[in-house]
């Protein structure tokens, strides 16, 4: 909300249309009509929310020109506003706007923009930037997905990114690989990302661990004092998962995951000793055919990696990355937090495949929070 001393500007996400019997705001697919202003009162109002007015200025200027208007109707008028998102309260800006260097308010202009919108939610925009500037994320694998998601985090601004892939690129790589060309086939997939990213943005600190991932302990030292991760590797397959699963529970970080299989992008998210790990999850999962197609995949050692459509990497690198950025600002519902996702590139839906909770007696969250 706002005080009287507050400072009110339009919120420039929304386009704000002058009709001929009124306004009109246009933004996040709606538009909101304020017709039937023939006496000019909404046109004026919107004209004094100028970024420079307090409210009470607003409220003295307006009742002034239409002394048939009370003070608690201009009000009501403004929290109306407000509560569509058409304003954003500015009172904190200048004090705020030091948090960001000049060149990380230029580059991240468009993500401040955005940010914009969670006024109301009492978060501003430069503190959003910075909470994404500070924050540490560990990413497994630099494949398809990897490539996209460490783009994403790199044009988020995300301040410090550690980046583990120990293979070399291939010429399969690259219907979706997008941080490779061919020039780099047979060279390090870590060594060839660590200079794009540097290139793309040298203002985060961007790090490669050239490692296989062989164990949860090695899996810990890695993201130990990371705020994420996000696990795209599959190798060793059937083993990996449960490793990050043991790591992050360890560490106490919480874990985004996203793969595909074949036509669908699948998304999940865990918060250790919150939401269940992967091993509650598997615990609980009671459906037989689900469980006997899993041991059968694990026994016949079945790759099942050869699609991977170049449009599925980057909505699942879209939805992973939007997933946390709730997280890191703490904002909004988070829709994959221990669940299971799914987006069908069929029909194009996004569905709760599974969902699951903690199970006390887990053999690898359960019990209390340990070190
Ligand atoms: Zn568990």
């Not at 339009?10 to 304020?34: H, K, M, P, R, V």
């Not at 970024?51 to 009370?70: D, L, M, R």
């Not at 299971?340 to 839906?349: A, E, I, Q, S, V």
């Amino acid at each position: 909300m706002f005080d009287q001393s507050d400072i009110l500007s339009l919120n420039s996400g929304y386009a704000l249309l002058q009709t001929e019997d009124g306004i009109q705001f246009e933004g996040s697919g709606n538009i909101t009509t304020y017709d039937d202003d023939k006496d000019g009162k909404v046109k004026t109002l919107v004209q004094l929310i100028n970024g420079k007015n307090t409210v009470n200025e607003i409220i003295q200027e307006f009742t002034h020109k239409y002394n048939n208007v009370s003070k608690q109707e201009v009000e009501e008028i403004l929290k109306d506003f407000y509560d569509e998102g058409f304003l954003e309260n500015t009172s904190e800006d200048e004090q705020y706007f030091s948090l960001l260097t000049a060149y990380q308010h230029e580059r991240y202009l468009r993500n401040i923009g955005f940010f914009q919108m969670f006024t109301k939610n009492h978060l501003n925009k430069y503190i959003a930037q910075k909470k994404i500037s500070d924050s540490k994320i560990c990413l497994l694998g630099l494949g398809g997905l990897g490539s996209h998601i460490a783009f994403s985090l790199a044009g988020m601004g995300v301040g410090t990114i550690k980046a583990v892939e120990f293979d070399e690129v291939e010429l399969s790589n690259l219907n979706r690989q997008i941080l490779y060309t061919p020039n780099d086939i047979g060279k390090s997939k870590a060594q060839q990302a660590e200079k794009r990213i540097k290139e793309f943005n040298p203002d985060i600190n961007f790090s490669t661990v050239e490692t296989q991932l062989s164990s949860p302990e090695q899996i810990a030292e890695i993201i130990h004092g990371f705020d994420f991760v996000i696990s795209v590797a599959d190798k060793p397959r059937f083993l990996l998962a449960d490793w990050v699963n043991q790591a992050v529970v360890a560490e106490n970080i919480p874990l985004l995951l996203t793969g595909l299989d074949t036509t669908r992008a699948m998304l999940q998210s865990i918060v250790p000793h919150e939401t269940g790990c992967l091993q509650c999850w598997r615990d609980g999962i009671t459906d037989a055919k689900s469980v006997n197609m899993y041991n059968y995949r694990k026994e016949s050692n079945i790759d099942g990696d050869n699609a991977a459509y170049t449009t599925l990497v980057p909505i699942s690198a879209g939805l992973v990355c939007s997933e946390l950025t709730k997280y890191i600002l703490g904002y909004g519902e988070i829709k994959s937090k221990g669940k299971l996702l799914k987006f069908d590139f069929n029909n194009f839906t996004l569905e709760v495949e599974e969902e699951w909770t903690r199970n006390i007696n887990c053999k690898v969250c359960g019990g209390s929070i340990h070190g």
